[in-house]
């Protein structure tokens, strides 16, 4: 659904989901300030009903409520993948380790896709994605991965 700020707008569409700029979907800090964002709009459209300071009342506090519950949260580990690519013409091939997100950790084909996708920016061709792992894993292939290292 796109996003949209229009005060006219239904409550319903107003309170979908925020909108959040690609790739800081976990940042607690965007996501606060797309809530009060669109919870502005939200008690502005209310202020012109006649159910406006019930509604306003607990919208206000369901904001807040949400935003304690982020803020309690646990960070999720971070998610990381070390492979093997190549480039043709004149052949180079190289070891690296990457920064996933949560979506593409699941197993290694979804950690592939994005690998591939990132890879080829550069114009590297993936060949495999060795394992997936977690922090802890991350000092051990450091100087293994040199430059790839958390390069893409």
């Excluded at 006219?8 to 976990?26: H, K």
């Excluded at 293994?144 to 893409?152: E, I, K, M, P, T």
Aim: hydrophobic share 45%; net charge positive.
């Amino acid at each position: 659904m796109k996003c949209r700020d229009d005060v006219r707008a239904p409550v319903r569409v107003v309170m979908s989901q925020p909108c959040l700029p690609a790739g800081q979907t976990s940042d607690i800090a965007v996501l606060l300030s797309a809530i009060s964002r669109k919870m502005r709009f939200v008690i502005e459209y209310l202020n012109r009903t006649e159910h406006g300071f019930d509604m306003k009342q607990i919208l206000l506090s369901l904001t807040f409520v949400c935003a304690f519950a982020a803020m309690a949260t646990p960070a999720q580990a971070g998610c990381y993948a070390d492979y093997k690519a190549k480039r043709d013409n004149p052949l180079k091939l190289h070891y690296g380790v990457i920064e996933l997100p949560d979506t593409a950790c699941a197993n290694k084909a979804a950690a592939a896709r994005q690998v591939s996708a990132r890879l080829a920016t550069d114009g590297w061709v993936l060949l495999n994605v060795l394992s997936l792992f977690d922090a802890d894993g991350l000092e051990k292939r450091k100087q293994s991965a040199g430059q790839f290292f958390l390069r893409y």
